[in-house]
C-alpha cells in the first residue's frame, strides 16, 4: 500500500469539495445565462436566447467610456505601482536601510486598511486640495491601493534569488544598472507578471475608493455597474459582466499557460 | 555594493507618494472626527467634541450596526471555514491531475469583478431570481422567499465573495504540513480520522487563523456586496460610512466611524499575530 | 595579468574584527590559496578583492593599481563562486559572452572568445544549452569559462568544488591546476578543504579568527607548522588533553594520562597544561612488544577506507590515538585487542594552549 493512496481523501470529502467549486462558479454562470435571456429576470428554462443586450452594451456611450475610463486607470496605475513597487522592493532586499521591516509594513498598510477608509480620507483630501475628479488624483489613489501587490510579488521574486548572480554580473563588468537590467528582472519577471495582473485587476475591481473621487461625467464601469444596480436591474448589465467574465478567463488561462500563475497566487 | 543613498532613492519615490496621499489624508481625518456637524448648515467652525465616538456605542441604531457587521464577520469566516477545508484538503492532498485545475476555478472567481459576482447574486436570490422561481416552479413554496435586503442575502454572498482567499491559505498551510508526520501517525495506528484531528488540523492551526483573520477583516470591511445584496435599508459600518459622506454628508461622523472600523480591523490583526508569535514560540 | 598586493587590509562589522591586518603579495601567475575554517575571514577577503565588499583598512593594488576605491565593475577580474551563479536565463554562450558584451567585444571576435574559452573547459559543443540542462561539473566548467572569457587579470574562486561530489571534485581539481598553468593567471583560491589548498597552490595562507597564521609553501606549511592552530588544523591531527612533563632544550616530554610522548619543540614551561597534537599519519604501528623508544598499545577498533587503515589504539586507561597505516601495509589487519607498539616522530608532535583558551 503506497503512502499516497492511504491519505488520499474519501469520497465524501471530494463530493463536499465538488459542491463548493460549483457553488464558486454558479452567480458566474448566472450573470452569462442572464445576459442572452430575452427577459428582464432570469428563468430555468431561459424563454429564449438574444444577443441583443450585448449591442446594447456595445452602442452605448456610456458603458464605452466607462470602460475605456477603467482600462486608462487600470493600465496608468499597474505601470505606475510597477515602477515605484519594484524599486522600492529592490532597495529592501539589498537590506541597505535601517528598519526595513517597519518600512514593508507601512507598504502593505493600504492593504490593511479598510478600502472605504482610503476613500473617505482621500475624498476629503481630494476636496480640500482640489483634486478632486482629476484624473492625477484616480491615479494616484489607484497606486496606493495597487502597489501593495506589486511589492509583495517583488520581495517574493527577489528573495528566491542567488544574490551571487548580480555580483556575478558585477564582477563581470556590469554597471549596477546594468546587472539588475540584464540579470535580476529577467529572472523576476514572472512573478512580477503576476503582481501586475493582481494589481490590474484590483485597480479595474474597485469601487469603494474610486466612487468617491470620480466626477459625475466620468465614471468607471463597476462604478457604473454598482450605481445602475441601485437604479434598478436592466440585463445589459449582465451583457457587459459577461464580457469582463470571459475577459477575466481569457486573461488567467493565458497568464497560466504562460507562467504558471497559480504557483504565485 | 549598493549604497545607503542609492537604496534611499529607489524607495523614496514610493515613500512619498504614500506619505502624500495615504498616511497624510487618513490623518487629516481625525480632526474631522472631533467636528460638529449641523444638519443643513454643515460643518460648524471652530467647534469640537466626542459626541462622533460617543453616539458609536450609545445610539442604538448605530449599536445595531456595528454588532450586525461583527456577527457577519463572524458567521462568513466561520462558513469559510466549513466550505473550505475540505476543498482546500483536495487541493492539498488530493490527486495530482486535479490540483491545478482546481486553483484556477477557486481563483478565477476571486479576481472576476466584484461588482459581477454581487450583481450574479442578485439575479439569483431576488424575489423574481433564478431560486424563488426554481423554488415554486417545483411547487416548494407559494410565494418568494425574502432572499435580498437581509441578514441572508449578505451571509451568502459575502461567503461567495471572500470564501477563494479562505482556501487560498488553507492550502498553504496543509501543504505545510509534512506528509511525514502524518505517516508516522498512521504507522503508530491512529485512524485516518485520529491523524487528522491530531496531527493535521493542529499543524495547519496557523494557517486556519491567518485565513480567519483575512476573510473576517475583509467582511467587515466590505462595502460594495453588502451595498448591492442589502440594499439601503439594511447597512453594514462600510455602508453607513459611505451614507455619512455621500447622502447625509456628515463628515464628522463618518469619519468617526472609519475609525472605529479601522480600529476594528487592526485590532484583529494584532491580536491574531500576538497570538501566532506564542504558538511559534511553544513549536 | 598582474600581481596582487595587500597592504594593512581589515575589516570590521561594528565592534567584530572580521579581517586583522594582512599584508601580503601575489605574485604574477601565482596561485595562492586562502584556507582556514568557516568564519576564518577567507572569503571576506576575497570579496573585498572583488569589490563585492568595501575594506575597513588598508589598500588592494592589482598590479601598480590601487584598486580599493573602484566598483566591482572596473576592477577587471574572474570570479567563481561556489555556487556557480551561472545566469537561469541565459544560454552557455550568452554566459560566456556576458563579461566580453559589457567590454563591448561583438562579432566574430566574440564568436571566436567564446569558443575559446569554452574549448578551454572542453564545453564547445553545449554553448545552446541553458544551465539548468547541465550537470553539476560542467556547470562549473561554464563558471570557469565566463570568468576566463574577459581575459582577466586576477582570477578569484570561492569554494568553487566544494559543491561537487568526491570523485568529480579530484578530476576538476587536477584540470583547474593544468589550467592555471598554462594561462598563467595570477590566482585566488579560498578553500576550507586542505587536500585543495595543498595539492593546487604555490602558497598557502591558513586563516584563523581573521588573523594569517601562515603564508607559505604547501610543505613547508605541512612539515614546519608555524602555529598551534596550523599544526592541528593541517593533516589529521589527535588532539589530547595533557601537560609538559619535562623541558630539555627547545622540546622535551608531554605527559598524557600517565603516557610520556616526546617532542622536539615545545613552548610552555614544565607543568603547563596544553594539549598534545600528533598527526595520525605521523604515528607508525607495529604489532608486537614496544622497545625502549616505543609506546605500547592495545588496538580498540580498526576501519579501513581503502587506500589506508586506522586504528584505534589505546595506551593507557583513557588515553585513546588514533594511528594510520597503508592498507596493503604488513601491518594491515590487526584486530581488536592485539598488542602493538607504537613510535611517534618527536617533530610531529606539538603542544599548543589547551582548547577553549584563546589561541
Known amino acids: 500500500m503506497s503512502d499516497a493512496a492511504e491519505n488520499r481523501p474519501g469520497w465524501g470529502l471530494t463530493a463536499t469539495a465538488f459542491t463548493v467549486v460549483a457553488f464558486l462558479q454558479l452567480p458566474v454562470i448566472v450573470v452569462v445565462l442572464a445576459a442572452f435571456s430575452t427577459t428582464s429576470y432570469l428563468t430555468i428554462p431561459p424563454q429564449g436566447l438574444t444577443l441583443a443586450w450585448f449591442g446594447k452594451v456595445l452602442s452605448d456611450p456610456t458603458y464605452l467610456s466607462a470602460i475605456r475610463m477603467s482600462l486608462i486607470l487600470a493600465c496608468g496605475s499597474t505601470l505606475i505601482s510597477l515602477v515605484l513597487g519594484v524599486a522600492a522592493a529592490y532597495a529592501l532586499f539589498r537590506k541597505v536601510l535601517p528598519g526595513s521591516e517597519a518600512v514593508t509594513s507601512f507598504l502593505m498598510a493600504p492593504l490593511v486598511m479598510p478600502a472605504v477608509v482610503v476613500g473617505v480620507a482621500l475624498l476629503q483630501f481630494y476636496s480640500m486640495t482640489g483634486l478632486r475628479g482629476s484624473l492625477v488624483g484616480l491615479l494616484l489613489a489607484h497606486v496606493v491601493i495597487t502597489v501593495p501587490y506589486v511589492v509583495r510579488s517583488a520581495l517574493a521574486s527577489l528573495s528566491g534569488l542567488d544574490l551571487a548572480v548580480e555580483e556575478a554580473a558585477r564582477v563581470l563588468g556590469a554597471s549596477g544598472f546594468e546587472a539588475f537590467r540584464l540579470v535580476t528582472l529577467p529572472l523576476i519577471a514572472p512573478g512580477l507578471v503576476a503582481g501586475a495582473l493582481f494589481s490590474f485587476i484590483t485597480s479595474l475591481d474597485n469601487v469603494p475608493v474610486t466612487i468617491f473621487l470620480i466626477s459625475a461625467s466620468q465614471t468607471t464601469l463597476p462604478v457604473l455597474i454598482f450605481s445602475s444596480v441601485e437604479m434598478g436591474i436592466d440585463p445589459s448589465v449582465a451583457a457587459v459582466s459577461t464580457l469582463l467574465i470571459l475577459a477575466t478567463g481569457i486573461v488567467l488561462l493565458l497568464a497560466e499557460r504562460r507562467f504558471g500563475f497559480h504557483r504565485f497566487v | 555594493m549598493m549604497s545607503r543613498r542609492q537604496g534611499l532613492l529607489l524607495i523614496a519615490p514610493l515613500l512619498l507618494v504614500l506619505t502624500g496621499f495615504f498616511l497624510v489624508p487618513v490623518l487629516m481625518l481625525l480632526p474631522t472626527s472631533f467636528g460638529v456637524y449641523e444638519p443643513g448648515a454643515g460643518l460648524v467652525n471652530g467647534a469640537w467634541s466626542l459626541k462622533n465616538y460617543s453616539q458609536i456605542v450609545t445610539d442604538d441604531y448605530y449599536r445595531e450596526v456595528i454588532w450586525r457587521t461583527l456577527g457577519l464577520g463572524f458567521s462568513v469566516t466561520l462558513l469559510c471555514l466549513l466550505l473550505g477545508y475540505p476543498l482546500a484538503y483536495l487541493i492539498a492532498r488530493g490527486p495530482e491531475r486535479w490540483r491545478v485545475p482546481l486553483i484556477l476555478l477557486v481563483i478565477f472567481p476571486m479576481l472576476l469583478n466584484l461588482v459581477v459576482r454581487s450583481f450574479g447574486w442578485i439575479a439569483l436570490l431576488a424575489n423574481r431570481g433564478l431560486i424563488n422561481n426554481l423554488l415554486m416552479q417545483l411547487g416548494v413554496i407559494g410565494a418568494p422567499v425574502k432572499l435580498l435586503f437581509n441578514f441572508i442575502g449578505l451571509f451568502i454572498g459575502l461567503t461567495h465573495i471572500y470564501l477563494p482567499f479562505m482556501v487560498l491559505m488553507l492550502v498553504a498551510a496543509i501543504r505545510n504540513v509534512p506528509r511525514d508526520v502524518e505517516s508516522a501517525a498512521a504507522t503508530l495506528g491512529s485512524s485516518r480520522a485520529h491523524v487528522f484531528m491530531a496531527v493535521t488540523l493542529p499543524l495547519s492551526a496557523s494557517g486556519i487563523l491567518a485565513g480567519s483573520i483575512l476573510v473576517f477583516v475583509l467582511t467587515i470591511s466590505a462595502l460594495v456586496t453588502p451595498r448591492m445584496l442589502g440594499g439601503p435599508t439594511y447597512q453594514v459600518m462600510a455602508t453607513l460610512i459611505y451614507d455619512e459622506y455621500m447622502q447625509l454628508l456628515d463628515w464628522p461622523s463618518g469619519s468617526a466611524l472609519s475609525f472605529a472600523l479601522t480600529f476594528m480591523a487592526v485590532a484583529i490583526i494584532w491580536l491574531s499575530s500576538r497570538l501566532t508569535k506564542r504558538w511559534a514560540g511553544m513549536a | ?359
Not at chain 3, 595562492?32 to 583598512?57: D, F, H, N, Q, Y
Not at chain 3, 570568468?147 to 561530489?165: C, G, I, M, T, Y
Open chain 3, 1 to 359: 595579468m598582474g600581481s596582487l598586493t595587500f597592504e594593512g587590509l581589515g575589516k570590521s562589522y561594528g565592534e567584530v574584527e572580521v579581517v586583522r591586518d594582512i599584508s601580503l603579495t601575489i605574485a604574477e601567475g601565482e596561485f595562492v590559496s586562502l584556507l582556514g575554517p568557516s568564519g576564518c575571514g577567507k572569503t571576506t577577503i576575497l570579496r573585498m578583492v572583488a569589490g563585492l565588499v568595501e575594506p575597513s583598512r588598508g589598500r588592494i593594488l592589482i598590479g601598480r593599481d590601487d584598486v580599493t576605491n573602484l566598483p566591482p565593475n572596473k576592477r577587471g577580474l574572474g570570479l567563481v563562486f561556489q555556487s556557480y551563479a551561472l545566469f537561469p536565463h541565459m544560454t552557455v554562450f550568452e554566459n560566456v559572452a556576458f563579461g566580453l558584451r559589457r567590454r563591448k567585444v561583438a562579432g566574430t571576435e566574440l564568436d571566436k572568445r567564446v569558443r575559446e574559452a569554452l574549448g578551454m573547459v572542453r564545453l564547445a559543443a553545449f554553448g545552446e544549452r541553458y544551465p539548468r540542462q547541465l550537470s553539476g561539473g560542467q556547470q562549473q566548467r561554464v563558471a570557469i569559462a565566463r570568468a576566463l572569457a574577459p581575459h582577466p587579470r586576477v582570477l578569484l574562486f570561492d569554494e568553487p568544488l566544494s559543491n561537487l561530489d568526491a570523485q568529480l571534485r579530484d578530476e576538476m581539481q587536477i584540470e583547474l591546476k593544468r589550467l592555471q598553468r598554462n594561462l598563467g593567471i595570477t590566482t585566488l583560491f579560498v578553500t576550507h578543504d586542505q587536500g585543495e589548498a595543498l595539492s593546487l597552490s604555490d602558497r598557502v595562507g591558513v586563516m584563523a579568527k581573521g588573523v594569517m597564521q601562515q603564508f607559505a609553501a604547501p610543505e613547508e606549511i605541512y612539515h614546519r607548522p608555524a602555529t598551534g592552530f596550523v599544526a592541528s588544523f593541517i593533516g589529521k591531527p589527535n588532539r589530547l588533553a595533557g601537560s609538559v612533563a619535562m623541558r630539555e632544550g627547545s622540546g622535551g616530554r608531554l605527559a598524557v594520562g600517565g603516557v610520556a610522548i616526546p617532542a622536539a619543540r615545545i613552548e610552555q614551561p614544565a607543568g603547563a597544561q596544553v594539549d598534545v597534537v600528533i598527526r595520525q599519519e605521523a604515528v607508525a604501528i607495529r604489532s608486537g612488544a614496544a622497545q625502549s623508544d616505543e609506546i605500547a598499545g592495545e588496538i580498540v577498533l580498526r576501519s579501513f577506507s581503502g587506500a589506508r587503515v586506522q586504528y584505534v589504539v589505546r595506551l593507557a586507561e583513557g588515553v585513546e590515538i588514533v594511528a594510520e597505516t597503508a592498507s596493503h601495509g604488513p601491518e594491515a589487519s590487526l584486530t581488536a585487542g592485539a598488542p602493538v607498539a607504537l613510535a611517534i616522530d618527536p617533530a610531529s608532535v606539538f603542544a599548543m594552549p589547551p582548547e577553549g583558551a584563546t589561541a
